[in-house]
């Protein structure tokens, strides 16, 4: 009689601890329920990729095929392909873009004149406030084949042949990672200068009485002491490497087939079977398949860093 | 040349390289803007002739004139990206600043677990497929105005930014003994963690109102309906189909009356000007926010 009365008085009391946090759980609800909505339900139609989808039966009573769209899915070229552009193009994004915008973010701390420097930082940051359809647009007005810049001034000024960009597979890598690194830049560049910013100057001083050129002080103290950042921002990109840019990629080339072998990443791949092949369950197997690499490698990448340095670790 | 580097200072030529290459790539920067803005003001014949430039040579306003005067579809696309952009904003703000405050609380015994809840969306989510499923199945999304506003709605990111910004800024004390006065918990929170919280608030607003503006992917997927394209949906449709703007001249038929033809080569960036407007105006207020924001040092989680 006594056992199960302590335990009630506990839980009597655990409720009442609660129970006096009642506003704070009010004040959550509300952004709760939008969660649950919107990013936990949709987690339901993970089984669409093990079922023989039809929106007659719908999501319930279609039949389970196990993991035959899975077969279906990689027996296709297709999606290695997809698979195998994402990987390279996110790469490239991630190493070039560091190097990139530390080695603006370095500079930007030496220029002389402040004042540029302030100037240079907001322009480099302007790109990053458009959307992927104004990006297009202004590629198109560069690369476009009647009337692109390119083509109808400069190459024809410089007596080249025109380039048809649009039908041409060979010039995207080029092109991709360009506008891509031109839209980003200028956000990772503040992050690093704020990073940079905040260094203790006691360090540069004890380094300059110690007779260190510049390149030393950015390699002994300027390039340690960002390392957390560094690696955090990396270890972000990795958990993301098997997601790309959807806007990017079906934009920008402008949705053309003709490029399809340098410009079908994982994301446009599932949107293009959805819709054009109208092959969900296919599709929902390719999004799965996406999702769950995704979340391995965020898990991993955390894992190793923990192992490495805990106090990096992003959880 | 001769102005000697101080202590610790590049060199002169250093100096000088960097500005340069700053110089180059702050024009690269900017140039697609210029290379619209000159399309946009050039008379149609003109692009067709000599193809897209920066400097017009022959100066015209028709496609502005076509956009605002005949093209209801565009103002109307414009009105539905405001109306998202405001209300998206302002529920995303609120509920996302509610939902930051009880996780920011150490004594609160379900911050551990909401913090999570929050936290895991940004790990693994259900994908395309099965969010639109569900979204269209369950939720009825097609065509709907709700489904340009929900799924942006309270980024997990902009969650966890104003949570560490709480933690790190609102001192603990002065929540202890507003509570001891007898404060309620929400008024503690409206009179006092609020107007200490500006700074955060102001920089998520910021980041919501970008997102909102630039999104047309919710449309790509929902909406099907031409009253209710957003501007973005519009200028996509219009990118890939260039047909869709000779539609606007069918139901308009003054712009056919003074201009011939629908001029629609620069009527595409004359939309890429009015896109964009609102950002340039708003630019300066922006940038500075945006750096406010990255720099509360609130990556992580």
Not at chain 1, 98 to 106: E, G, K, R, T
Not at chain 2, 46 to 68: M, Q, T, W
Not at chain 2, 97 to 116: M, V
Not at chain 2, 151 to 175: A, D, G
Request: proline share 4%; with cysteine.
């Amino acid at each position: 009689m006594n056992i199960p009365n302590k335990t009630g008085v506990t839980i009597m009391k655990t409720l009442k601890k609660h129970f006096r946090y009642y506003p704070l759980y009010l004040m959550i609800l509300p952004g709760f329920l939008l969660i649950l909505c919107m990013r936990y339900l949709p987690m339901g139609g993970i089984i669409i990729a093990f079922k023989n989808i039809n929106y007659a039966d719908g999501i319930i009573r279609s039949p389970w095929c196990g993991f035959d769209n899975f077969e279906f899915l990689f027996k296709t070229k297709d999606v290695l392909i997809a698979t195998r552009n994402t990987l390279s193009y996110n790469l490239a994004f991630i190493v070039l873009g560091m190097v990139v915008s530390i080695a603006f973010a370095i500079a930007l701390c030496e220029i002389r004149n402040r004042f540029a420097a302030k100037v240079y930082q907001s322009i480099f940051f302007f790109p990053y406030f458009l959307s992927m359809v104004v990006v297009a647009y202004m590629v198109f007005a560069f690369l476009g084949m009647e009337n692109g810049l390119l083509n109808k001034s400069i190459f024809s000024f410089l007596n080249i042949d025109k380039i048809r960009f649009y039908a041409e597979p060979k010039h995207w890598p080029f092109i991709l990672v360009f506008v891509n690194l031109w839209k980003n830049v200028g956000y990772s560049t503040v992050i690093y200068l704020a990073a940079i910013l905040g260094i203790a100057p006691e360090l540069y001083e004890a380094a300059i009485i110690d007779g260190a050129s510049k390149w030393q002080q950015i390699i002994y103290i300027t390039l340690p002491s960002i390392k957390p950042i560094i690696i955090i921002l990396a270890i972000m990109a990795i958990g993301r490497i098997f997601y790309a840019d959807f806007g990017l990629f079906y934009n920008v080339p402008m949705n053309s087939g003709a490029l399809f072998s340098t410009t079908q990443v994982i994301d446009t791949y599932v949107y293009r079977a959805m819709t054009k092949l109208g092959d969900l369950g296919m599709a929902a197997a390719a999004a799965l398949y996406q999702s769950f690499v995704g979340f391995v490698l965020v898990i991993t990448a955390n894992w190793i860093i923990r192992k490495i340095d805990s106090d990096n670790a992003l959880f | 040349m001769k102005k000697k580097a101080g202590v610790n200072q590049i060199s002169n030529r250093a100096n000088c390289i960097i500005n340069i290459f700053f110089l180059i790539y702050a024009i690269l920067c900017i140039a697609p803007l210029l290379l619209s803005l000159g399309v946009s003001l050039t008379d149609e014949k003109e692009v067709i002739l000599h193809g897209f430039n920066f400097i017009p040579r022959k100066f015209s306003l028709d496609a502005y004139r076509f956009l605002f005067q005949d093209a209801s579809h565009v103002l109307r696309a414009y009105g539905v990206s405001i109306f998202v952009t405001v209300v998206g904003t302002l529920f995303s703000v609120m509920l996302t600043a509610l939902y930051a405050y009880p996780i920011s609380r150490k004594d609160f015994p379900a911050a551990k677990f909401f913090t999570f809840f929050i936290f895991f969306t940004m790990l693994f989510n259900g994908g395309l497929v099965a969010s639109f499923y569900i979204n269209t199945q369950l939720f009825h999304f097609k065509n709907r105005l709700y489904s340009l506003l929900l799924p942006l709605m309270m980024n997990p990111f902009n969650v966890l930014i104003v949570r560490t910004f709480y933690k790190q800024s609102v001192p603990k004390s002065i929540i202890e003994s507003s509570k001891i006065d007898g404060a309620s918990e929400f008024r503690i929170f409206i009179q006092m963690v609020l107007p200490l919280s500006k700074p955060a608030i102001a920089t998520i607003a910021l980041f919501d109102t970008l997102c909102y503006w630039n999104d047309w992917f919710s449309s790509l997927l929902y909406i099907s309906d031409v009253k209710l394209y957003s501007l973005q949906y519009t200028m996509y449709t219009a990118l890939m189909n260039i047909k869709y703007l000779l539609k606007f001249g069918e139901t308009s038929s003054d712009a056919l009356n003074s201009l011939g033809t629908v001029p629609t080569q620069t009527v595409r960036f004359a939309m890429v000007l009015i896109a964009i407007g609102p950002i340039i105006l708003a630019y300066p207020y922006f940038q500075k926010h945006f750096v406010k924001g990255l720099t509360i040092g609130a990556l992580k989680g």
